[in-house]
């Protein structure tokens, strides 16, 4: 059972532009959503997260949308570089009191910023 | 952000032999740690949750007596990939939990062969 649901599986983008992954979640106890930066025969790099308490979150260029009625959250990447180019990964967790769980991750967007 | 050091980088071993791999947090103490595995082109899944001084709790599917997870420290948990085989050729990555934030190594590529 896939528990977050990412798309598209790619993304090409001209520079300049904005960028918009999506990725939608089952699990109503998830509370804490992260987007990762990955880079070929690199681990993941924290970009931005969100908790369910705000609808908005803004940093740089990277803001995530959240919608908790629809369980749903998007990654908005502005005035997209050729540097973003990366594969991006959404991600939910619980936070149970004593640790983070584990993430559970979507399959990934692999973005393309055309020159 | 916080640093996590995974080492070795890349691997490549015999069919049979065990091989190890580190993974620190360089500037905080991580009471938890995660052990993923990602093969070319998917996303990461997560093998083991690894809490110091306890055993580790392993995902469903993994096998706990050919993945070893032993977090003898706040700064350092081990995986040791017993009996290798080709199959478990892969990069694995860990993650040290600070809070609700995971920092993740920079992985290790591991070729069986």
């Known amino acids: 059972q896939q528990q977050v649901k990412q798309s598209p599986q790619s993304l090409i983008v001209q520079k300049g532009g904005i960028s918009i992954i999506n990725c939608a979640y089952e699990n109503t106890a998830f509370d804490y959503f992260p987007w990762y930066q990955q880079f070929p025969g690199k681990g993941p790099a924290l970009l931005i997260a969100?908790?369910?308490?705000?609808s908005e979150k803004k940093e740089g260029r990277f803001t995530i949308s959240f919608n908790k009625s629809a369980k749903q959250f998007s990654l908005h990447i502005m005035d997209s570089q050729p540097g973003d180019s990366a594969t991006y990964f959404c991600a939910a967790s619980m936070y149970s009191g004593g640790g983070a769980d584990g993430l559970t991750f979507g399959k990934g967007t692999h973005l393309i910023i055309q020159p | 952000g916080a640093v996590v050091s995974q080492h070795p980088s890349w691997v490549i071993c015999k069919s049979g032999t065990s091989v190890k791999i580190e993974c620190r947090s360089l500037d905080f103490q991580a009471t938890t740690m995660f052990w993923y595995r990602q093969f070319p082109k998917q996303s990461l899944m997560l093998m083991a949750t690894s809490n110091e001084g306890s055993k580790a709790t392993y995902e469903q599917g993994v096998e706990k007596d050919k993945f070893l997870i032993n977090h003898a420290s706040l700064t350092l948990s081990t995986l040791t990939v017993t009996s290798a085989h080709p199959e478990d050729s892969s990069f694995y990555i860990c993650s040290a939990a600070r809070g609700t934030e995971a920092f993740f190594g920079q992985g290790t590529r591991l070729t069986v062969v």
């Open positions: 969100i908790r369910p308490d705000v």
